[in-house]
């Protein structure tokens, strides 16, 4: 059974650099599935955030594409968000998933000075 | 992008009562279609891929239909553990926008 743990700081200051990792257990970060990140603000529905697959072809939302680099470390089995130049907007849970199959629990991260 | 509409935003029923929510595609998706719930405080379930393929694990009472633009998921006997979000998203093209939810609560 997939199990994916997000990580990372609740806290980040506006115009900062938000960053997750998604630890992968239970599976290979290189089957061939593709890695999402989601993001739910607070009482708001999901927004897809963009997804990368083993080959490093990624997939971005244009609402974000300017901001957002995702990337995977197959050596520590885990892939990675980065969001930068961060608003209030942006807080919310975020969610990494492996295929629509496996999710993490989610993390709230919140953008505050 | 491709756009998801679903309807209603939020319902009330009663156990055993049958219950049907929608989802409209502003552009063809063939069956690139899933539905997931999602109770407070969890991440997402999947329950139907592909419009219709029940994912494993998932009660039979939950069914999926639909192709193109039009799709609904249907409880046929509802449960007081179905009280939940439910959301399609369309797997069709990136970006793999979501619908804006629907809320069930049970009477």
């Known amino acids: 059974q997939v199990q994916l743990q997000e990580s990372g700081p609740g806290l980040v200051k506006p115009s900062g650099t938000l960053s997750l990792t998604c630890a992968v257990s239970g599976d290979s970060i290189s089957s061939s599935i593709w890695w999402n990140w989601v993001r739910q603000p607070p009482g708001k529905g999901l927004e897809w955030i963009g997804q990368i697959y083993h080959s490093g072809s990624t997939n971005y939302n244009p609402s974000l594409k300017s901001r957002v680099t995702i990337s995977l470390d197959k050596s520590k089995n885990q892939f990675s968000l980065k969001l930068n130049s961060v608003t209030a907007a942006d807080t919310a849970v975020y969610y990494c998933a492996g295929g629509g199959v496996s999710w993490g629990q989610g993390t709230l991260v919140t953008v505050s000075s | 992008d491709i756009q998801m509409t679903q309807s209603p935003s939020s319902l009330s029923a009663s156990v055993g009562d049958r219950v049907t929510i929608t989802c409209r595609a502003s552009?063809?998706?063939?069956?690139?279609l899933n539905w997931y719930q999602q109770k407070p405080g969890k991440a997402p379930k999947l329950l139907i891929s592909a419009a219709s393929g029940l994912r494993s694990g998932v009660p039979s009472r939950f069914s999926g239909s639909g192709s193109g633009t039009d799709f609904t998921l249907t409880i046929s006997s509802l449960q007081p553990e179905d009280s939940a979000t439910y959301y399609c998203?369309?797997?069709?093209?990136?970006?793999?926008?979501f619908g804006q939810g629907t809320k069930l609560e049970i009477k």
């Open positions: 552009q063809s998706i063939s069956n690139f």
């Open positions: 998203q369309q797997s069709y093209s990136s970006p793999y926008t």
